[in-house]
T-cell receptor
Framework: DGGITQSPKYLFRKEGQNVTLSCEQN?????MYWYRQDPGQGLRLIYY???????QKGDIAEGYSVSREKKESFPLTVTSAQKNPTAFYLC?????????????FGPGTRLTVL | AQSVTQLGSHVSVSEGALVLLRCNYS??????LFWYVQYPNQGLQLLLK??????LVKGINGFEAEFKKSETSFHLTKPSAHMSDAAEYFC????????????FGTGTRLTVIP
C-alpha cells in the first residue's frame, strides 16, 4: 500500500521538552512538506524539502527544525523555543518534475503541550 | 504573491440540497487551484484541481468547481448534499511558475442537516 504515514497519532509534551514527529512516504516522491493546522487558520507551511539533504523554511519555521537524510523520511522536531506548539501537524509529499502539482497528505499528528 | 479567501467559515445545508462553497484567489500569474476535504482528525484528501484547459473541473464524490478568471473565483458545488459530505473543505492556490508551495484558505466547515 503506497502512502504517507505519520506517527504518533497523538503526542503529549511537557513544557521545555523537544519532541520529534515522524513522517514517512513510500510513494517515491521528491518533495515533502510540514504544515501546522490551528482552528480557523487553515494550514500554514513550516518547512519543505524539494530533494534529499535540502530543505527551506516556510512561513512559520521559528521553533521548529527538520532533516531530510533519506528520500522517504522528513521528521519534524518541535523545540522548546516554539511557544505555542499545541496544534495538528500534517505532513505532505509531492512527486517531483513538471506537471506534478498535487500534494498528498498523511493522517496527521495531534500535539498537546501539558 | 498568491492568496485564497474562503467566504463563510461555516455552511449548513439540508440533505439533498445544493452545496456551494466559495473560494476567491489572488495570483499575479495564472493559478493552479485545488479543493481538499478533511474529515475529523484526518489528513486532507484531494477533491479536484484546475491547472489548465477546461474551466469546469469534476472531482470525486460528485463535486465540481468552475474556474472563472474574470471573477478570480473557484467555487465548489455539489447538486445534492449527502450526510457523508459533512467535513471541512479547503481551497488552495499554487503559482503556475516558480515554487510549488500551496497557499491555503482558512477552510469552510460544512454541516449537513438530515
Amino acid at each position: 500500500d503506497g502512502g504517507i504515514t505519520q506517527s504518533p497519532k497523538y503526542l503529549f509534551r511537557k513544557e521545555g521538552q523537544n519532541v520529534t514527529l515522524s513522517c514517512e512516504q513510500n510513494l517515491n516522491h521528491d518533495a515533502m512538506y510540514w504544515y501546522r493546522q490551528d482552528p480557523g487558520q487553515g494550514l500554514r507551511l513550516i518547512y519543505y524539502s524539494q530533494i534529499v539533504n535540502d530543505f527551506q523554511k516556510g512561513d512559520i519555521a521559528e521553533g521548529y527544525s527538520v532533516s531530510r537524510e533519506k528520500k522517504e523520511s522528513f521528521p519534524l522536531t518541535v523545540t522548546s523555543a516554539q511557544k505555542n506548539p499545541t496544534a495538528f501537524y500534517l505532513c505532505a509529499s509531492r512527486a517531483g518534475g513538471a506537471g506534478t502539482d498535487t500534494q498528498y497528505f498523511g493522517p496527521g499528528t495531534r500535539l498537546t503541550v501539558l | 504573491a498568491q492568496s485564497v479567501t474562503q467566504l463563510g467559515s461555516h455552511v449548513s445545508v439540508s440533505e439533498g440540497a445544493l452545496v456551494l462553497l466559495r473560494c476567491n484567489y489572488s495570483s499575479s500569474v495564472p493559478p493552479y487551484l485545488f479543493w481538499y476535504v478533511q474529515y475529523p482528525n484526518q489528513g486532507l484528501q484531494l477533491l479536484l484541481k484546475y491547472t489548465t484547459g477546461a474551466t469546469l473541473v469534476k472531482g470525486i464524490n460528485g463535486f465540481e468547481a468552475e474556474f472563472k478568471k474574470s471573477e478570480t473565483s473557484f467555487h465548489l458545488t455539489k447538486p445534492s448534499a449527502h450526510m457523508s459530505d459533512a467535513a471541512e473543505y479547503f481551497c488552495a492556490v499554487k503559482s503556475s511558475a516558480g515554487a510549488n508551495n500551496l497557499f491555503f484558505g482558512t477552510g469552510t466547515r460544512l454541516t449537513v442537516i438530515p
